[in-house]
């Protein structure tokens, strides 16, 4: 198990810098969308607008989370909604053309939120208090402690 998790760790995290570098500073050319498409409109208000800069930057650093280890399971929170998107726009926009990678890489996200689903776990509670103060947490809220 612990040989997965590294493999998919480190396959999502290097799939994200490699496209969010891509993002931030193009280096894997693409074929331009054909012109009037839904995916040249797309393009045409999210790159101009820096919104895939922003997408960019957050998925590196995602990606960068991902890949150190003991930042997983907030590199899996920023890369969450990013992963949700990439498979809307493949399904609605392009209609599921080009979906594998979001796929793969929805997998192996997947995979991660339930190796590390003790971090995750007071996010599912149906009982969440407030937190009073720093020494009093209630007993939802209390995070799991990793393996060693």
Do not use: C
């Amino acid at each position: 198990m612990k040989i997965a998790i590294l493999i998919s760790r480190v396959l999502l995290g290097m799939g994200f810098i490699i496209f969010g570098l891509n993002v931030v500073h193009p280096f894997i050319t693409t074929p331009p969308p054909p012109a009037g498409s839904l995916t040249a409109q797309f393009v045409a208000v999210m790159v101009p607008s820096h919104w895939m800069l922003l997408v960019g930057i957050l998925q590196l650093l995602g990606g960068l989370l991902v890949v150190v280890g003991r930042t997983t399971p907030l590199g899996l929170v920023l890369l969450g909604p990013i992963l949700v998107n990439i498979l809307a726009f493949h399904i609605f926009i392009q209609g599921g053309q080009g979906i594998a990678p979001g796929l793969v890489f929805s997998i192996f996200e997947i995979f991660l939120i339930y190796a590390y689903r003790g971090y995750f776990r007071a996010i599912f509670t149906a009982h969440a208090l407030p937190t009073l103060s720093e020494d009093r947490v209630p007993h939802e809220t209390l995070i799991a402690q990793p393996q060693r």
